[in-house]
């Protein structure tokens, strides 16, 4: 009572695409207020309604946010629900009281009752919650399955789902932070693994190894522990071992906790070019430790700035102001919502390729090398900001952006042939304004080159 499950539950469901069905409601619309059902039929009886309500929001087909009165723990059997995730949302007792008296609530004309009740449920709602929300990006985070938690990897043993554990981690981190992690595994723990760094584990030959080494059964865990390209091929060895087996990133770079590890994409490369080669897999869980940034290199950083800046003009939400913690719980649970909302990238989450047509020009212009992901996000970021009409002071303040030294051709070749061209038109997403982006925006071909041009020193 008192906890805000309405205005948290609106705002998840407006994240995560769904309906929002409040039960209290719907009771109060079929049955009248509340309040005089209580004084009319007593408690027991409206639990009985209750429940009935209750077994039907959570039996609708299409999946939905439901807000749930804080009495349903009382109703034995009613939660959990195997096809629900539970999200309790604490609130203290006296804010609880204050909030419920306030507002007149049958259970809240007597305070040492009030107190009473209080006590009694919390221990019910301990045992029925999948996890703790205090706002709507805590109910988003939980319904895409990603534990973000200072402190996080100390507690990897009872966050990780499942029985025995494979770690696999990139051979820097695993210097760093692989003895906690192996630590806090403890007993289930059954072998390691090491990835080289960067690039070179995104390759067959480095998976092909894994795969080799593995020892795992159909009921085992890979944990990857490390920056993109460790969670991107661990990932995939996960997705295709014994068919698919389960997995849990950790990862421990900026990109790859905003970005690489959220969302279900796996993927190595072929010398073809980037990705080529993956799957949709989706974790078990994922498990983000701020804390890990902590030992991360500047430029490193810088890198996955470029993403956090991309989430933020997105959401219309400044994260890039906020303190690293509240950074990365935030740009994680802006991204995690598009992928709920688009697993199998067919539609809405093309938005997550704003300043991307660009920056891929770029890179490949460059041939992979010498410029930087994040560098050449940060470039494409300012071309889509200019063609929105949009203004690009956050973009240069944060990210720095410097034209880089490319072959100007090559780079435009790289731009038509680009897979968001379609019927010989470059379509690029656009932002009307922050937090209200287009996708499969036709740009005229000499506006596109312009801006191109512009990036390039
Ligand atoms: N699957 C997706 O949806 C997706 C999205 C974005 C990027 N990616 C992929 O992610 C990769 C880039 O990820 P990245 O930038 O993390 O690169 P990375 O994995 O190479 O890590 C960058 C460097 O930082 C080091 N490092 C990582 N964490 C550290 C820590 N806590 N302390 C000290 N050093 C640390 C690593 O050893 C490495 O040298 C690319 O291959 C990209 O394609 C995938
Ligand atoms: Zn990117």
Redesign the pocket.
Known sequence: MGAGKTTVGEWAAHRLGRPFVDVDEAIAREHGPISDLFATQGEAAFREIEARFVREALARPEPAVIALGGGVVETPGLLPDDRAIVVHLPVDLDTAWFRARRSHRPLARDEAEFRRRYELRAPLYAQVADATARDGDDVVLAAAGVHVERGALERLGELVPGGSVALVS?S??AG??GMDAQLALGTRLAETHELA???EA?TLAAVDRLWQDLRLDRSGTIVAL?????T?AAGFAAAAYLRGIAWTPVP??L??QV??AI?G???IDLPQG??LVGAFHWPARTVVDPA??E???EP?RI?GMAEVVKAGLLAGEHFWELPDDELVRRAVAYKAAICVRDPYDRGERAVLNLGHTFAHALEAAAGYEGVTHGRAVALGLLAALRLSGHDTQVVEEVLKPEPVRVDRERAWHAMQRDKKVQDGEIRLVLLHRDGLPETGVQVPEEDVRRELDRLIA
């Open positions: 990139d820097n981190v760093i932070h760094p960067g690039e995104k490390g920056g993109g390209c460790t991107d421990t770079s990109v790859a970005d690489a969302g994409k796996t993927a980037k990705n890990l940034l030992t991360l290199a490193q890198e």
